[in-house]
């Protein structure tokens, strides 16, 4: 036992060991339908509710560049400008 020079006070104390963490599943190989080519589709199981598509959305592509095609932009007035 290792003693501090304060007394007879060990320093000595339990660490249990870690436990490993496994994570879920987030990749699925599924069969596309039109070309027959198996495709591997990440993050399967992320989302825990419900989600949404509009028609049209292709999850191949990056959907936030989808999101803003159809989205109206508006200037930024810069911060000095008086209304």
Known sequence: MAHDGLGS??????IPPMTKAHAAPTE???RDSKSGRSVVVRGVGALKGHLTLKKGVDLTKPIASQAM?????RKLEPAHAKH
């Open 9 to 14: 006070v060990p320093l000595v104390r339990y």
């Open 28 to 30: 699925k190989i599924v």
């Open 69 to 73: 095609k159809g989205a109206k932009t």
